[in-house]
């Protein structure tokens, strides 16, 4: 029997035990998809300083709800999100909105 005072263990094996490791990848993929997909709503906003919108870029809702949401499950989501940002996802937007960039 472990002491009285030996409440949890002093390891990290609950994320890399028993499968959790590759939903917690999955939580962060979405995170970069998700960061991603922002930005292109901040690219929008920064080619028209002075938008009263801000980020609400009507042209790029439309691109988003076209290849992305209006498509759903009939392609794979990898090809949606190429086909809303021109190119495959990058970490970039994450690591800036999370604070883990210079810029």
């Known amino acids: ?22 939903g917690y990848y999955s939580y962060k993929w ?19 300083a002075g938008n009263a919108l801000g980020t609400l870029d ?9 290849e992305v949401l209006a498509v759903g499950g009939s392609r794979p989501a990898a090809d949606s999100f190429a086909a809303f940002r021109g190119r495959a996802p990058r970490i970039d937007a994450l690591l800036r909105h999370s604070g883990m960039t210079a810029s």
Request: hydrophobic letters at 40%; glycine letters at 8%.
């Open 1 to 22: 029997f472990p002491p009285q005072w030996h409440r949890l263990p002093h390891a990290f094996s609950h994320l890399f035990a028993g499968g959790y490791g590759a």
């Open 30 to 48: 979405a995170e970069v998809l998700s960061a991603d997909a922002y930005e292109a709503f901040e690219e929008a906003a920064a080619k028209q």
């Open 58 to 66: 009507p042209e790029t809702g439309a691109r988003f709800r076209r």
